[in-house]
Each structure stands twice: as C-alpha cells, then as structure tokens.
C-alpha cells in the first residue's frame, strides 16, 4: 500500500526557474512531513520539513505547500540551478512513530543550463 | 563533527549467505533508524534502535534483523540471502525518537 504519492517521477527544469514535486498522503495521523535530496552515491539528506499546523514553509530557494484539507504538500525549488540535479524524495511520519518514515518513489530532477 | 558511517560501503555475498552491516551514529545521536533502498521498492523502513531497543519495525521478514550497542553503534543482519536482499541499506540517526534523521551513504549489498 502506497502511503504517499509522488509525481512526477522526472523532471526537466531550465536554469533559473521553478521545479515542483507533488505528493499526496492518505493517512491522517501523520503530522511531520519532510523532503530530502538525494545525490548519487551518498544517502538522503534533510531539505526542508513542514508540520500541518502551518501552510507553508520556506528556507532560502526552497519552499514547502501544504493543504491539509487536500491531504498534499508540494516542494518548489526557485533559480533551481544546475547543482539542484539529484532525486528528491517527499516523505511522512505520525507522532508515536519515532522515526519511522514513510517515502514517496522519488522524483529525479535535471537542471539544465 | 563526523557524520554517520556505514561500513563495508559495498559488499558482495551469494544466496542463502548472512550478512551483517556496520552503522556508527553521529556522536551524541541516540536513535539508529535502518532504511532499504531499491530501484522498484524505493525507500523502506526496516527498524529503529533507541537506547539499545527496539522502537519500532518495518514489514520485513525475520530473516532482518539489528541490535543497537550501549555506545549507539548499531548493526543489522540479514540471514538466508535471497537476490532480493540485493540493495543499498542506509543508516540513519538523530538526537532523539522523531527528531531530524541525519542518513549514512549506504552499505551497497549485491546477492548472487
């Protein structure tokens, strides 16, 4: 079962504009929803993290959405450069869980300049 | 300061073989999460050490398993190889339960 959805599963962006990643939850009780950036031969590494009780969050190019109401939250990258490349993986957890995250399939992203 | 180190980065071993991977957390980090990553299963949750026990556990079979060490070390063992096992094992570890994950680089399994 499919916890969190994540589209598209690739995605081509000029130098200097905008790269967004979807996803979709279904279950309710998570409340911690984090993004990480994963490049080739090293592990997954912390972007940016969101909580339901705001609707959006921002640290410097990178910006998280979310509706809670949608069940979706979406990363937007701005001036995405061409060392943004790499696969991004949305993920949640619920309280209770410690770390225990659940991820979305991934979305690799090529910046060309 | 050192980050998480997973040892060996790569490892090759053949069907119905054990196999047991290494994971220092960073120093100070108290919980050790372990990870799976392949291609068609992408990221999955095996389970999570906290204070050398057990926390939480993914929906893998018995054949995986971890323990965790009074230093926060931790180790994962995989028995009776399958070509399925095939993956890169990520190790992760943070300051308490539910808090920011801080990822290894990956032991990279490959079953023949």
């Known amino acids: 079962q499919q916890q969190v959805k994540q589209s598209p599963q690739s995605l081509i962006v000029q130098k200097g504009g905008i790269s967004i990643i979807n996803c979709a939850y279904e279950n309710t009780a998570f409340d911690y929803f984090p993004w990480y950036q994963q490049f080739p031969g090293k592990g997954p590494a912390l972007l940016i993290a969101?909580?339901?009780?705001?609707s959006e969050k921002k640290e410097g190019r990178f910006t998280i959405s979310f509706n809670k109401s949608a069940k979706q939250f979406s990363l937007h990258i701005m001036d995405s450069q061409p060392g943004d490349s790499a696969t991004y993986f949305c993920a949640a957890s619920k309280r209770g869980n410690g770390n225990k995250l659940v991820f979305g399939a991934g979305t690799i992203l090529r910046v060309k300049s | 300061k050192a980050g998480v180190t997973q040892t060996p980065r790569y490892l090759i071993k053949t069907r119905g073989q054990q196999v047991t991977l290494s994971c220092s957390p960073i120093s100070g980090h108290r919980s050790v999460s372990w990870y799976q990553q392949t291609p068609g299963q992408g990221l999955q949750f095996l389970f999570e050490?906290?204070?050398?026990?057990?926390?939480n556990k993914g929906n893998f079979p018995g054949r995986f398993s971890g323990r965790q060490f009074s230093n926060s070390r931790s180790e994962m063992n995989v028995s009776t190889l399958e070509l399925g096992d095939s993956a890169l094992y990520l190790c992760?570890?943070?300051?308490?339960?539910?808090?920011?994950?801080?990822f290894g680089a990956g032991s990279r399994l490959t079953v023949l």
């Open positions: 969101i909580r339901p009780d705001v």
């Open positions: 050490y906290f204070s050398e026990t057990q926390r």
């Open positions: 992760a570890s943070s300051l308490e339960l539910a808090n920011v994950l801080t």
